[in-house]
Antibody, heavy 126, light 110 residues
Framework: QVQLQESGPGLVKPSETLSLTCAVS?????????WGWIRQPPGKGLEWIGN???????YYNPSLKSRVTMSVDTSKNQFSLKLSSVTAADTAVYYC???????????????????WGQGTLVTVSS | QSALTQPRSVSGSPGQSVTISCTGT?????????VSWFQQHPGKAPKLIIY???KRPSGVPDRFSGSKSGNTASLTISGLQAEDEADYYC??????????FGGGTKLTVL
């Protein structure tokens, strides 16, 4: 059973950097799947933040690209998110998830986001 | 990359059917057969109920069905049950490894 668990500070000051880690169990992060982050401001909809592959290849939402950095640690079977220069608008529940996979014959297949973490609320406030 | 357009709310009585629309552009919904739908209950993570426009993951009742015409995808829930009351989100592949979500639809079972 694939399980994802987010961890990180629940409170970040404005202008600082938000840092979260997603630990994956029950499945190797070095497989053909992509992994990523999705966020949801309180009372609002979902927003895709970005994807990462175990090779380190990353793909970011253009609206956040200048502030987002994702990384992967295959030895710990986990991946991470950093979002810089945060403001109150970045207050949200942040989910990590498994997003699509790479097929050597057909290329990237987005599929459905079938496994999600439980989500972690990050509040940006001084 | 703009959010997909969904109705803010829909409602129906137990046993009835409801349809939720999701409108995008030729760069996302209309350009790929990679539309998925998620059900989200309060305080919970989203749950995948439809992928690749009309496929259901194992364990999802066949009361849930998906379709697409042009730039608009639709989720139909037939035989409404009380536990179907939730928020529903569509999501489409937008090319170049990107995803775009709809704004969400609140389903009320009367």
């Amino acid at each position: 059973q694939v399980q994802l668990q987010e961890s990180g500070p629940g409170l970040v000051k404005p202008s600082e950097t938000l840092s979260l880690t997603c630990a994956v169990s029950g499945y190797s992060i070095s497989s053909a799947y992509y992994w990523g982050w999705i966020r949801q401001p309180p009372g609002k909809g979902l927003e895709w933040i970005g994807n990462i592959y175990h090779s380190g290849s990353t793909y970011y939402n253009p609206s956040l690209k200048s502030r987002v950095t994702m990384s992967v640690d295959t030895s710990k079977n986990q991946f991470s998110l950093k979002l810089s220069s945060v403001t109150a608008a970045d207050t949200a529940v942040y989910y990590c998830a498994r997003l699509g996979y790479y097929d050597v014959l057909t290329g990237y297949y987005p599929g459905g986001i079938d496994y999600w973490g439980q989500g972690t609320l990050v509040t940006v406030s001084s | 990359q703009s959010a997909l357009t969904q109705p803010r709310s829909v409602s129906g009585s137990p046993g009835q059917s409801v349809t939720i629309s999701c409108t995008g552009t030729s760069s996302d919904v209309g350009g790929y057969n990679y539309v998925s739908w998620f059900q989200q209950h309060p305080g919970k993570a989203p749950k995948l109920i439809i992928y690749d426009v009309s496929k259901r993951p194992s364990g999802v009742p066949d009361r849930f069905s998906g379709s697409k015409s042009g730039n608009t995808a639709s989720l139909t829930i037939s035989g409404l049950q009380a536990e179907d009351e939730a928020d529903y989100y569509c999501c489409s592949y937008g090319g170049s490894y990107t995803l775009v979500f709809g704004g969400g639809t609140k389903l009320t079972v009367l």
